[in-house]
C-alpha cells in the first residue's frame, strides 16, 4: 500500500566509490607498456575526512587518453576510448 518501491529502483553506489581507474595512451587500451596512470575512486583517506569521489590524471604530453574503469564487486568494467584531454568526465554505465 502506498509507495513502496523495489531494491532494484535504487541506486547502488553511485559515484563508484571502489571502482578502479585506468588510463591508456590513446588506441592503446589495456596495454600495459602505454599505461598513463592508474587511481582508485574514494571519498575518504584519513580520520574525519573526505574527498571528492574522483579520478584526476595529468596527461602530460598526451591530447587524449582511452580509459578503463573496472567497478567494484564485480560489477563490471566501462571504456571509453580517444578520451580528450582537459575535461572532466562523468561516466554512467
Request: aromatic fraction near 8%.
Amino acid at each position: 500500500q502506498g509507495g513502496a518501491s523495489s531494491a532494484s529502483s535504487v541506486p547502488v553506489n553511485p559515484m563508484g566509490i571502489g571502482s578502479f581507474v585506468r588510463v591508456y595512451a590513446a588506441g592503446n587500451l589495456g596495454n600495459p607498456n602505454y599505461l598513463v596512470g592508474t587511481g582508485e575512486i574514494a571519498a575518504g583517506y584519513g580520520y574525519a575526512s573526505g574527498q571528492e569521489a574522483i579520478a584526476h590524471f595529468g596527461l602530460s604530453r598526451f591530447e587524449a587518453c582511452d580509459v578503463e574503469i573496472t567497478l567494484p564487486c564485480g560489477r563490471g568494467r566501462l571504456e571509453r576510448k580517444g578520451v580528450k584531454a582537459n575535461q572532466r568526465l562523468v561516466v554512467a554505465p
